[in-house]
């Protein structure tokens, strides 16, 4: 059969990025055993891409795939799935390069992943889901023998946010909402540091709100949720700030973009900020 | 050229119903003048659908745009657009119905409407968008001569509940959040009663809640409904109950089914609650 | 502390259902032994509600998630997980209308589900995604002692379509394109007939479509679907029909709804086809 | 009433974009002459921020509403909606960086836009929707006097692909399925040159397709698009270089970002492609 895609292309035009998205796909994820241990299995949202010279037609879609099934599990979806760590992120992401043969892959997935979270006071027991991010870029650079890969963690938290103007001009009461506050981080873990789990860095970010949320609220949790959002008012802009000013403080991240969007309860519209700071430039 | 679909099939399977959805088009109100006159451009997105015979392989889907077009503006999208009163909903269906010759057409248009709503104090200008709904079914009876139809309006607001037990038993504060609340409602306007229209369906909506939900607030503004939604602490329950008791005053609702939906600031689910209830039953 | 939701309510509204929803959840299903054992674990996302009677101010949303957590894992997300099939969906969703001190509970679940479906000709491996529901009610009857359950399972699958009218009048080729085809379920599996199990469901729904779709195709794969496509031209009608009859072919599914929704190439809009149908009736 | 917004902070973290974001608002657009003149009246979603200095511990999210009403109708609805063009957006832009009082500013606005576009043998009216989008950034520079705009327009349109390697390997028949095809541009109409509008680039995205897609198909029309579709086989990889090349050629045009997302009708995840290129590099 011809291979249509192998063809030569004489547009002159080369293409940043081709590849698979929205590839729905089970991973399991090898928890640290400062954390617990085990493994967590999920789903998530996939893309892989390359970059594709001007003079080559078309890329070889289904060896996306295949790559990801030879690191994932082998097309099993049971406790066949290979557990996976970020580390194995970047050695993914050089294989669909070497494979599709390109200089550069990018590799995102998305997924769901929860964290045991008992309530405040009673200590009731509950999970907590988080939207977690792995992206990758592994980039072919001198010769074909070095290659350079850089990788993002991120994760979004749902938190509430209560409206400092609102408690200070008002007799009582105050504005509050859910909100989702998300960071993205490079990490340097070199020189004896450990690697950055998805725990610590939600609990960093869940620390810049007025106030966490829970799975499961019993009534006096409710109460210490309530107060303690009283006590902690922050406008978006100072949920930002204190969650830079923490990023600022630790010492593996060297990169980060942050955001926090809140669902106000007073319009339809939602209050946004964001800041994206490179600790090394 | 052959008409394949309107060969006969031998499957003896009727369908309830077939047609085309998410069509995009654009919808021009006319706004009574109880309402300040003039109309209202929008986008809707659209579904139409017919019965099928079971021996007719297939419908016309083309059709169904070409009734769409000749009602709306014949496929123009500005000044040439066709005023619409929801009195003409049930029109349009017959005329889907007609042209694809079936005992049974539905037509279903979501489109977002908006209301200059001033702030509560300073009287700010600003404009509230709500999503409004035109559902319609008409049917033929007794040998083609004669046609039922069926018609349901429905307003989604959004507004803020404020939660009683989080004030009750807290020493300070409240938990509050945004909530979806919508009303699907059945009217008679028969006997000298007007019809009902989109803002007075919103206004009901909105007495339900612990606090509308505004475009503009400056400060004064922030103040009230602060302290508004405070001095109305409502749960779910109360938001659902309210809404049941207003529409069940109106005289020209007949049936009603009504939601609420509270994206909660203490969790990351929402609380809900729905009833439906036919007032002639 | 005072139970603000126990307390009295005047206003005479019996409230149809009343929860949580959007709640995010991991769940481990326990796949049956003719089906290759072990377990799939996902991530669901669920809803619970009960009925409220007139006369009491408000449910109490905790408890909803306090008898998830116990029938799924005690909050753990890993391995120690609970294994669940559908025979377990009723007993919890009677636990939730006990713990809630209902008249009836309902419960629903979405989550995608997994099965390795080899291409057609290479039998490359790869993992399908399916969308998966459980939904079920629990109805208290008859002084306390008697209950009945209703359990319903779906499944929505992705698969191609292709036209038979565009096949027909065309020099050559035909218009095709992606669809969802979605089934929910009852069955009656008393009197010796085992469970319909997802892949079960799953396969009968491919076989409606011109061709099922696949995670990894090699080229003689890619010839393979594009002439087996071609070779099967199907109407969104088509489909539904075709599901229909397989449906009431299988002697456990006593009722059925059943869609098809085609994201045609050719417009921007979707054509849609649907049948309920109550087989003993 | 104290001003908590303005009061100061301490932290020391500007923040790069605070402000609102998903407010739904109507905007009318000014139709160019040779477009046929009028006005079209769609619904919005925007966005707006601005960039905070690290002395100053909040924006004041009402203003941005208040610019936005006098700059589009000052909160009315219908016929009082002022038309806008995209040479208005960079006043806006700058009105809002002025009230705000901030170093930059940005304003995004995503809404449908519809264009009359006949069947193309039949020649049936019917009305496609666009996706566009307007994207500015307004910069202050050298002591308050000087300013700098980036004026962004981007539309996606539906389109149909045809796979060139499926046609080639198969016998008969060939995979093809919707796409999203998307441009943003940034353009230099100095020097005489008009202005680039919203038709002219959807014409542009189209041609670079196997097919474009149409609201009303008759079935001479649905003949001549599967065969059109047939003979311009394309992989996301031809469209996008397509649309580079074209792009390359349109002098208006200075730098642009491109994109295609294939929904491919054989499998249940997209083909996708891009490119950024800046001519003036």
Redesign the interface.
């Known amino acids: 059969?011809?291979?249509?895609?192998a063809s030569a292309?004489a547009?002159r035009?080369?293409?940043?990025?081709?590849?698979?998205?929205?590839?729905?796909?089970?991973i399991r994820l090898q928890?640290p055993k400062s954390h617990?241990g085990?493994?967590?299995?999920?789903?998530a949202t996939i893309?892989m891409?390359v970059s594709?010279p001007h003079y080559q037609?078309?890329?070889h879609?289904?060896r996306f795939?295949?790559v990801l099934?030879e690191h994932t599990g082998?097309?099993?979806?049971?406790?066949e799935l290979t557990p996976i760590s970020p580390k194995d992120i970047p050695t993914l992401t050089a294989a669909i390069r070497e494979r599709l043969d390109a200089e550069e892959a990018r590799f995102t997935a998305e997924?769901?992943y929860?964290?045991?979270k008992p309530a405040p006071v009673t200590q009731?027991?509950?999970?907590?889901?988080y939207r977690v991010s792995f992206e990758c870029v592994s980039v072919r650079e001198g010769g074909r023998t070095g290659t350079t890969d850089d990788f993002i963690m991120g994760v979004t938290a749902?938190a509430?946010s209560?409206?400092?103007?609102?408690k200070?001009?008002?007799?009582?009461?105050?504005?509050?909402?859910?909100c989702l506050i998300g960071a993205r981080v490079r990490c340097d873990t070199t020189g004896g540091k450990g690697p950055l789990w998805i725990e610590c860095l939600a609990e960093i970010i869940e620390k810049a709100a007025s106030?966490p949320?829970?799975?499961?609220?019993?009534?006096?949790d409710?109460?210490w949720?309530?107060?303690h959002?009283?006590e902690n008012p922050k406008?978006?802009?100072?949920i930002?700030?204190?969650l830079?000013?923490a990023l600022n403080a630790e010492p593996r991240i060297t990169w980060y973009a942050i955001s926090s969007?809140n669902?106000?309860?007073?319009?339809?519209?939602?209050?946004?900020?964001?800041?994206?700071r490179d600790k090394r430039a």
């Open positions: 059969m011809p291979d249509v895609q292309d547009r035009v080369a293409i940043d990025r081709v590849g698979v998205k929205d590839v729905t796909y089970p928890v617990g085990g493994t967590q299995t999920t789903v893309a891409y594709l037609k078309g890329t879609m289904s795939l295949e099934n082998g097309s099993g979806a049971g406790s997924f769901t929860f964290i045991n009731s027991a509950g999970l907590m889901d749902p509430a209560l409206c400092p103007c609102s200070e001009i008002s007799q009582y009461g105050a504005h509050n909402q859910r106030c949320v829970f799975a499961v609220l019993k009534r006096p409710e109460k949720v309530t107060e959002a009283y406008f978006v802009e100072d930002i700030r204190d830079a000013v969007e669902f106000e309860s007073i319009h339809n519209h939602n209050a946004y900020a964001e800041i994206v």
